[in-house]
């Protein structure tokens, strides 16, 4: 299983980005897709993560960020609205397929002041 981010970019403050994570494979029986980010020296923090018995957002992207998918396109969506500069990092997208966790390369965020 292969995930391909892409999307980020650099944007102003109070600016929008969406991420999109695209599978090589079909996402339709996925039991988690999630959307994490790491600022070098920093450890890698959840941003956003679906299951089926819900979503969880960091309390720092809520009212800001969605996550969302498209089957028919096998894609892993992060909308980021209202964007700040603490949001700036390399978000990383990552499914977990019959109990295996499969991650993303990683797309760059930066957003300017």
């Known amino acids: 299983v292969q995930l391909q981010a892409s999307g980020g970019g650099l944007v102003q403050t109070g600016g929008s980005l969406r991420l999109s994570c695209v599978a090589s494979v079909s996402i339709v029986n996925i039991d988690a897709m999630g959307w994490y980010r790491q600022v070098l020296g920093k450890r890698r923090e959840l941003v956003a993560r679906?299951?089926?018995?819900?979503?969880n957002y960091a309390d720092s992207v809520k009212g800001r960020f969605t996550i969302s998918r498209d089957n028919a396109k096998n894609t892993v969506y992060l909308q980021m609205n209202n964007l700040k500069p603490e949001d700036s990092a390399v978000y990383f997208c990552t499914i977990n397929l019959n109990y295996k966790d499969f991650w993303g390369q990683g797309t760059l965020v930066t957003v300017s002041s």
């Open positions: 679906a299951t089926v018995y819900g979503t």
